[in-house]
C-alpha cells in the first residue's frame, strides 16, 4: 500500500488508481500477476481558483487665476488668441473645442508642473506621478481607502496641504478625498486621469459614479438677487460646472485630438524572426493592419510605412520590404500617395517568420532612413514589434539614440517599443523613445497585442472623448445600470452612450480589457465665467469609481446585482467669493 505522504489523494489521482486496479484484477485472475508489476502516479496536482483585482494610480490638476503669475506662467496664459500671430502654437485647456485658457506649446510643461495638485504613487512628495514603470501595479496600486491616506510609513499618495487635514497642532489629523477643493470660483477648471490596471484575469469594466449632494448651503445676499437663482434646496453648481471625460492614452493629463492636427508617418517595424513563427506572426500581422487602418482613414495626409527585421541574408542588417506611403520615390519599391488601405495590408500579410536571429537595431536604423523623403512637417513615429531581445547588428538602445538625434539625418521624432514572448520591458526601454508607460508595452496575449497597438493608435490619430456635459449631466450617466461601459480597445466601432443612455454592454465593438496593461480615462471639470453669484456657497460631492467583472462565462451585460462604486472618494468644490 502507497503511504499518504508518498501519494496524496486528488480526485484525478483517484481516477487514475481506479484503473489501475482493475488491471492488477484481472492480471490476478490469470494467475500472472507475479509477473507483472506497476505503479502509476500523478503528484502534487493543484486546483487554484482564478482571481481579479483592479488597481488604480492617478495624478490631479487645478488652475486658477494664482496659477497664472507663477514663475515662468507670467506671459505664457492668454484667455484669448485675437491679434495673435502664431495662434496655432497654442494649446487650449481644458478643453480644445471650448477653451478657458491657451498656453503655449513650449510652456505646457511648466502649465502642468505649476498645476499639479497631487498624484499616487509619489514617493518624493513633488506632487508629479512617478515613473510607473519603477512599480509592479498589481502590488503597489491603490484599491481601498486606506491608500488614500497619505501619512503612513509605505504610503504612496502626495502628502501635502491638498490632502492632509491640519487641526490646532501642526501634525495631520486626517486625510482628503481625491478631489477636495473649496473657494472654486468662475474661469477655474481641474483635471484627474485615473489609470486602471487589471490584475490575473482580462475583464470588462465600467466606470461609475454617484453624486452625494448638491447643496445650496444658504443664500448670500448677492445670490438671492441673481435671476439663475432658482430658489430651491438645490444649488446650482452641479448644474454649472462643465465636465468631460476621454481615454487618456498616454496618461499626460491632456486631452489630445492627434498630433494637435498635424499629419504623422508611421513606420512600423516588424520581426521577421523565426521564433514569431505561428500564433505570434499572425497576431502581429492583425494588431498591425488594425493599426494601420486607423491611422491612413484618420487623415489623409497621414502616411504608413512597413519594415520587416532579422538577420539573414543581410549581412546582420535588416530585412526590408515595401515601405508603403512614406515615400514619393515612384522608382522604388513602393506604393505613393494617396494611399489604399488594402496595399498596406497586402504588404503586412508578406511578414515572413524565418529569419535566425532579432537584429532590432538594425530595423530601426533601416526604418528611419524610410523616413527621409518624406514631405515636411509630418511627425515621425516609429512603432517595433519583437518577441525577443535584440542578438544581432546594431544596439538597439545606440541605434534609437542615432535616429532620434539633431542631426540632419535623424528623422525619427518617437518611437513605441511593444513586445511580446521573449522580450521584456526592461529590453523594450532600452529603445523607447521618451521611455514612459505610453512608449513601453509588453503584451503577454494576442488581445493584448492589439489593445496595446489600439492605445497607440489612439495617441496617433486623437484621443476619444465619451461624455461632454454638465456635472449633473455626468452623473445622471454614471448612475445608469453598472455606469458607463468602457470599451477595452478603442480601435474598435463602440458608442459608450448613445443619446443620454449608456450603451448595451454586449454591443458588438467593446471589447474586454486585458490583464497587465495600463488603461488611462481622463476626467476634467471647468467653472464657466458666465456663471458667478448663483453658485456662491454652492457645493457638490460625489463619488467616482470603476467596477469590473471577468470576461470568462460573462457578456458585458453586468451581473444582475447592483454593484457598489468602487470606494474612492471625492468632492469637489465649494465656491466663495
Known amino acids: 500500500m502507497t503511504s499518504d505522504n508518498q501519494f496524496r489523494i486528488s480526485r484525478r489521482k483517484v481516477l487514475a488508481g481506479l484503473g489501475t486496479i482493475g488491471i492488477a484484477s484481472a492480471g490476478a485472475g490469470l494467475g500472472t500477476s507475479a509477473y507483472f508489476s506497476d505503479v502509476e502516479t500523478y503528484e502534487d496536482n493543484v486546483l487554484t481558483a482564478g482571481s481579479l483585482d483592479l488597481k488604480v494610480d492617478w495624478e490631479e490638476h487645478y488652475f486658477h487665476d494664482a496659477a497664472s503669475e507663477k514663475e515662468g506662467l507670467q506671459n505664457a496664459i492668454r484667455r484669448s488668441l485675437d491679434g495673435v500671430a502664431n495662434a496655432d502654437q497654442y494649446v487650449g485647456f481644458p478643453d480644445p473645442e471650448s477653451p478657458l485658457v491657451y498656453i503655449h506649446a513650449d510652456d505646457v510643461p511648466v502649465f502642468m508642473d505649476n498645476t499639479t495638485l497631487e498624484s499616487y504613487p509619489d514617493e518624493n512628495n513633488d506632487r508629479v506621478q512617478d515613473d510607473l514603470l519603477e512599480y509592479d501595479a498589481c502590488v503597489d496600486f491603490a484599491d481601498t481607502p486606506a491608500d488614500l491616506d497619505p501619512r503612513g510609513d509605505d ?7 491638498d490632502t492632509l487635514i491640519f487641526g490646532d497642532g501642526e501634525m495631520p489629523t486626517g486625510y482628503k478625498p481625491l478631489v477636495s477643493l473649496d473657494d472654486v470660483k468662475p474661469g477655474d477648471f481641474g483635471e484627474l486621469t485615473l489609470s486602471f490596471h487589471l490584475c490575473d484575469n482580462p475583464g470588462y469594466v465600467w466606470m461609475q459614479g454617484e453624486l452625494l449632494a448638491n447643496a445650496e448651503n444658504g443664500l448670500t445676499e448677492p445670490e438671492s438677487k441673481d435671476p439663475q437663482e432658482d430658489g430651491t434646496s438645490m444649488g446650482e453648481l452641479a448644474g454649472s460646472i462643465q465636465t468631460m471625460l476621454w481615454y487618456d492614452e498616454n496618461g499626460d493629463n491632456i486631452y489630445q485630438s492627434g498630433n494637435e492636427g498635424e499629419p504623422v508617418a508611421v513606420q512600423i517595424v516588424l520581426d521577421a524572426s523565426g521564433s514569431m513563427e505561428g500564433s505570434r506572426n499572425t497576431e502581429a500581422k492583425t ?24 538577420g539573414d541574408g543581410y549581412d546582420e542588417s535588416a530585412q526590408v520590404q515595401l515601405s508603403v506611403g512614406s515615400t514619393d520615390d515612384t522608382d522604388s519599391d513602393t506604393v505613393d500617395a494617396p494611399k489604399d488601405v488594402s ?14 536571429d532579432t537584429a532590432i537595431g538594425e530595423g530601426i536604423l533601416t526604418a528611419d532612413e524610410d523616413f527621409q523623403n518624406d514631405p515636411d512637417g509630418l511627425q515621425h513615429v516609429m512603432i517595433v514589434i519583437t518577441d525577443g531581445e535584440n542578438n544581432a547588428g546594431q544596439n538597439p538602445g545606440i541605434a534609437a539614440d542615432d535616429v532620434t538625434g539633431t542631426d540632419a539625418d535623424d528623422y525619427t521624432d518617437e518611437i513605441f517599443a511593444v513586445g511580446t514572448g521573449g522580450a521584456t520591458e526592461t529590453s523594450l526601454e532600452t529603445f523607447a523613445h521618451p521611455v514612459d508607460d505610453a512608449h513601453v508595452g509588453f503584451a503577454a496575449s494576442p488581445a493584448e497585442l492589439n489593445q496595446i497597438l489600439g492605445q497607440i493608435a489612439q495617441i496617433l490619430v486623437g484621443e476619444q472623448v465619451f461624455f461632454r456635459g454638465t456635472l449633473q449631466e455626468m452623473f445622471d450617466v454614471l448612475e445608469q445600470n453598472h455606469g458607463i461601459p468602457l470599451d477595452g480597445n478603442r480601435a474598435t466601432a463602440y458608442d459608450e452612450i448613445v443619446n443620454g443612455e449608456v450603451n448595451d454592454g ?3 465593438g467593446r471589447d474586454c480589457f486585458v490583464d497587465s496593461t495600463t488603461n488611462m480615462v481622463g476626467f476634467a471639470w471647468w467653472l464657466p465665467v458666465d456663471h458667478a453669484n448663483e453658485i456662491q456657497s454652492d457645493s457638490v460631492e460625489f463619488n467616482l469609481g470603476f467596477y469590473t467583472e471577468q470576461c470568462r462565462h460573462n457578456d458585458g451585460s453586468g451581473q444582475a446585482a447592483e454593484p457598489s462604486p468602487t470606494p474612492t472618494q471625492t468632492s469637489t468644490p465649494t465656491p466663495q467669493q
Not at 343 to 356: C, K, M, Q, R, Y
Open 506 to 508: 454586449t454591443m458588438e
Open 287 to 310: 494588431a498591425a493592419k488594425t493599426l494601420a487602418q486607423d491611422v491612413l482613414t484618420a487623415n489623409p495626409d497621414n502616411r504608413v510605412g512597413v519594415t520587416f527585421f532579422s
Open 155 to 161: 504610503a504612496l499618495r502626495t502628502a501635502n496641504e
Open 343 to 356: 496595399e498596406v495590408h497586402g504588404v503586412i500579410d508578406t511578414l515572413p517568420a524565418n529569419g535566425s
